[in-house]
């Protein structure tokens, strides 16, 4: 059984950049797409980023517009969300997701996250101005 634990989630100013991170264990494949969603009060839960096991496919939300970096430790099964420049507008719980035996589709970044079957507890992330 696939668990995933987030972590680097806190409070910071606009214009700073932070990181966070996501440890997954349990795979039986080394196969699989992580990635991020978020969710802001009252609104719905959009795609932030996502990658593909081996680094070589990393899609972003169009809102992303360069901002943030998704990179992945294949070795300790844990992928980074840098994210600079943060704005108020970025404060969201933040959910690492998993799933195992795919392909990281673009597609996906149009949805709320359905496609993946394994989710993180969130990560609270406030930024202010």
């Known amino acids: 059984q696939i668990q995933l634990v987030e972590s680097g989630a806190r409070s910071v100013r606009k214009g700073e950049t932070l990181t966070l991170s996501c440890a997954a264990t349990g795979w039986s494949t080394d196969w699989y797409c992580m990635g991020w969603y978020r969710q802001a009060p009252g609104k719905e839960r959009e795609a932030v980023a996502m990658i593909q096991e081996d680094g070589r496919n990393s899609l972003y939300g169009d809102f992303v517009a360069g901002r943030f970096i998704i990179s992945i430790d294949a070795a300790k099964s844990t992928i980074h969300l840098q994210m600079r420049r943060l704005e108020p507008q970025d404060t969201a719980t933040y959910y690492c997701?998993?799933?195992?035996?795919?392909?990281?589709?673009?597609?996906?970044?149009?949805?709320?996250?359905?496609?993946?079957?394994?989710w993180g507890q969130g990560a609270q992330v406030s930024v202010t101005s």
């Open positions: 997701v998993a799933r195992e035996r795919s392909v990281c589709w673009s597609h996906w970044l149009r949805g709320v996250g359905k496609e993946f079957d394994v």
